[in-house]
């Protein structure tokens, strides 16, 4: 999920937490579970700062080691002891359950969204996303902020919020439900299909879909169960030529490559330089594919320049390009 959703969800567990009496006897135990299911909600998310970096190394590690079962247990533990420094009075382990539980419910919703993470990890390095809601989710970020609303004009934040929870249970169910309905559609539209991705948007009833099957590429979109495939491919394998083997060794493409299940490939040949780029097919927007590896070569083969991200003109691109060649 994304930021926002986390922060809120960091506030609705620590009204919910308000139903321990432990934690309410105390004003500060009840303050520090407060904070530390703020903070526990958005720890994970700290490879973030990867970003700062580059693209390469964030799409490499993001959800990564952050969600993994290790982390998991460790980022309680880190939390926990920093407040226990500052307020030593503070009952330990009710504030470790609750913040225990926060951290696990950041790794838990992020399974639900398209990217997914690698909370398996170290016993598996298997991507796990399940994508059936969007990184931000209108209406389970609206339903938080409501709660939240509510508790500050005096409603009981226990029960206000596990109220809220039970409605939130019911729209996963449905839109794995709603999901497995478009499945269906799709697999009776092309019944060769090999692979079939279903991604959600911001938009309850409109869903991404790309499909492949042994010779083509399909793109396309849904809206109320109404399915229409947008663009077709042809499914051309990637050669092993001496360029895209060349171009194969960058880290940004390289990044791509870990990350992209489906995607289509492009070669130009230039009178002083090769350009190689790498178009992910599951994000059509407005008829672009804005998410992209690109990388320049000169004629013997050298890198001169790469990027891969979100690009959503080709002049920004070239700029881009251009600032990494100088």
């Not at 980022?75 to 407040?83: A, E, N, S």
């Not at 499909?211 to 399909?218: A, G, L, T």
């Amino acid at each position: 999920m994304d930021t926002g959703t986390h922060i809120v969800m960091g506030v609705a567990l620590g009204g919910i937490a308000t139903l321990d009496p432990v934690v309410t006897e105390s004003s500060v135990t009840a303050t520090s579970v407060l904070i530390a299911t703020i903070v526990g909600s958005q720890i994970p998310d700290i490879d973030t700062v990867l970003k700062l970096k580059n693209n390469a190394v964030y799409i490499r590690n993001h959800r990564g080691i952050t969600h993994s079962i290790p982390a998991v247990i460790l980022w309680p533990m880190l939390i926990v002891g920093t407040i226990y420094l500052f307020q030593p009075e503070v009952n330990l382990t009710h504030l470790w359950m609750w913040t225990q539980l926060a951290v696990f419910l950041h790794v838990f919703v992020d399974i639900f969204n398209a990217y997914g993470t690698q909370a398996l990890r170290p016993f598996s390095n298997k991507w796990i996303a399940l994508g059936i809601i969007n990184t931000f989710d209108p209406f389970i970020f609206i339903l938080h902020v409501i709660g939240i609303i509510v508790w500050v004009f005096g409603a009981a934040p226990g029960y206000t919020f596990l109220g809220m929870y039970a409605v939130i249970v019911a729209y996963y169910i449905h839109r794995f439900i709603y999901k497995r309905k478009l499945l269906s559609i799709v697999k009776n539209m092309i019944p060769d299909a090999t692979d079939i991705i279903i991604a959600p948007t911001m938009r309850n009833s409109e869903w991404r879909i790309a499909v492949m099957n042994e010779h083509q590429f399909f793109v396309g979109r849904s809206k109320r169960l109404e399915v229409n495939i947008l663009d077709q491919f042809n499914r051309i394998p990637v050669p092993q030529t001496a360029v895209l083997t060349a171009a194969k060794k960058d880290s940004n493409l390289s990044a791509f490559l870990s990350f992209s299940p489906v995607y289509r490939w492009e070669m130009d040949d230039y009178d002083d330089h090769y350009e190689v780029r790498f178009i992910d097919l599951r994000y059509r927007s407005n008829g672009h594919y804005p998410f992209v590896a690109v990388v320049k070569l000169d004629n013997k083969l050298n890198i001169l320049s790469s990027y891969t991200g979100w690009i959503y003109s080709e002049e920004k691109l070239r700029k881009k390009l251009e600032i990494i060649t100088s």
